[in-house]
């Protein structure tokens, strides 16, 4: 069995997709990674975004139940599922892995929500 090196970042291409319709985003693996860097920074930025909106939702929550909202939780798995679906021929398997990752952030985000519903207090009217 020979040892796998990391592959060269500026080597052409060994491997091709049989399908002819295919067509290659970028001329060599360091653009891709340069692409995908620049990518992870706006996907970043966006889920700090979205945590500052899971931030304020806590404002109008009652109780713990309201801040785990599993009806809620399953309406955005769903709904980031056929956002992913309608990408899917480019990446078979889109749906799962993107439902899978929205999974973990939203635990990730009512799990800091809980505590963060401990730093408020009700408003009486």
Request: aromatic residues 8%; negative net charge.
């Amino acid at each position: 069995m020979t040892a796998s090196n990391e592959p060269s970042t500026t080597a052409p291409p060994v491997r091709r997709f049989r399908d002819p319709a295919y067509r290659p985003v970028a001329g060599s693996l360091a653009e891709l990674r340069q692409r995908i860097d620049s990518l992870d920074e706006q996907i970043v930025a966006l889920l700090a975004q979205r945590a500052e909106c899971v931030r304020d939702a806590t404002r109008f929550k009652r109780d713990a139940f309201q801040v785990q909202a599993p009806a809620r939780q399953a309406q955005v798995f769903e709904h980031v599922r056929a956002l992913a679906a309608a990408h899917e021929s480019a990446f078979p398997g889109l749906p799962d892995i993107v439902e899978a990752a929205y999974r973990t952030l939203v635990a990730g985000y009512i799990a800091a929500e809980g505590q963060l519903f401990q730093q408020t207090e009700a408003i009486e009217p």
